[in-house]
C-alpha cells in the first residue's frame, strides 16, 4: 500500500520505508506479465556486483523476464501530446543494498531507439535498442515478441523473446509473506557505479496479479546474458493495467 500525503513527491512503501528521490515522472504499464524462475543462487551470484546482496527465498535465487508496454509516459503535469507509450522486456533478480529490497537488471530491452539513447547516455543501466510487437491472438491472448538489434559484445548470443499469454484466475493482492508478494513487490533497483550504486524508484498501488497461462515460444534472454539456465518449473503473473510514478535515478554513496 501506498500513502499519498500533503506533499505529491513524499511516499510511503508497503515495507514503512521513504523515497529518497522525488518522483518526477508518470505513467501506465498495460498488459504486462511476469515469469519467474527459481536457481542456484552459487550459480547466479557471481552475476551481480559485489556491492548488492543476491536474495534468496527458501534457499532458491530467481531470476524473472518481465514484458509489459508503458503508455502515458512523461513528466508529472505535461499534456498527453508530449507523452510516449513503448514496449519493454526486462530480465532481472532480487537484491538488498544496505538493507533495502529492490531489483537489479541483467538487461532492459527498450521497443523506443529514442529512450533506449536517452536512458543509454544518461545512465549505467544496460539498455538495449530491440524490435518489439506486441498485438493480440484470436484466442484473446497478449503476444508479446523482442528482438535486440544490437549486443554489446561482438558475437554474442542473439537476444530475443516470444511467448502468448492470457490471464488465468481471478485478480488479487498479493500477501506481505508470501513469494508472489516477494517476486513482485519490488519498489528500487539498483546498478552498479563507478562511485558507488545507482538507484531509482518506482510508486504504485499494490500489484492486481492474476495467475498467468503462458506459452513461450523462444527465451534467449538468460544465454546472451551469460546466466544459469533455470531447469524448474516457472511461476507466471499477469497485470493488465497500473499507474505509477517513478524517480531519475541517482547516485547513491
Known amino acids: 500500500m501506498i500513502e499519498q500525503r500533503t506533499d505529491p513527491f513524499r511516499w510511503t512503501f508497503a515495507d514503512g520505508s521513504s523515497p529518497k528521490a522525488p518522483h518526477v515522472a508518470s505513467m501506465t504499464w498495460r498488459d504486462g506479465l511476469f515469469v519467474h524462475w527459481p536457481v542456484d543462487p552459487d550459480e547466479l551470484r557471481p552475476h551481480v556486483p559485489s556491492q548488492l546482496t543476491l536474495e534468496t527465498r527458501d534457499g532458491r535465487a530467481w531470476l524473472s523476464v518481465v514484458p509489459f508496454v508503458l503508455t502515458n509516459v512523461g513528466l508529472r503535469g505535461t499534456p498527453s501530446i508530449a507523452r510516449l507509450a513503448f514496449a519493454e522486456l526486462n530480465v532481472r533478480t532480487y537484491v538488498r543494498y544496505r538493507g533495502d529490497p529492490g531489483l537489479f537488471f541483467f538487461s532492459i530491452d527498450v521497443g523506443s531507439p ?90 504504485h498501488d499494490p500489484w492486481p496479479l492474476q495467475p498467468a497461462a503462458v506459452t513461450i515460444g523462444e527465451n534467449t534472454m538468460f544465454e546472451a546474458a551469460n546466466l544459469p539456465q533455470p531447469t524448474s518449473e516457472c511461476i507466471a503473473h499477469y497485470c493488465k493495467e497500473l499507474d505509477m510514478t517513478g524517480s531519475i535515478p541517482r547516485r547513491l554513496g
Open 114 to 203: 529514442l529512450i533506449a539513447a536517452a536512458v543509454g547516455r544518461t545512465t549505467r543501466l544496460p539498455v538495449y535498442r530491440a524490435r518489439m510487437r506486441v498485438g493480440a491472438t484470436e484466442n484473446d491472448h497478449v503476444a508479446f515478441a523482442s528482438e535486440r538489434t544490437a549486443s554489446k559484445t561482438e558475437g554474442g548470443a542473439p537476444a530475443r523473446f516470444a511467448a502468448t499469454y492470457r490471464p488465468d484466475g481471478e485478480v488479487f493482492t498479493a500477501e506481505p509473506d508470501s513469494l508472489d508478494y516477494w517476486l513482485t513487490a519490488r519498489r528500487r533497483f539498483y546498478a552498479p557505479e563507478s562511485d558507488g550504486i545507482l538507484s531509482g524508484e518506482i510508486s
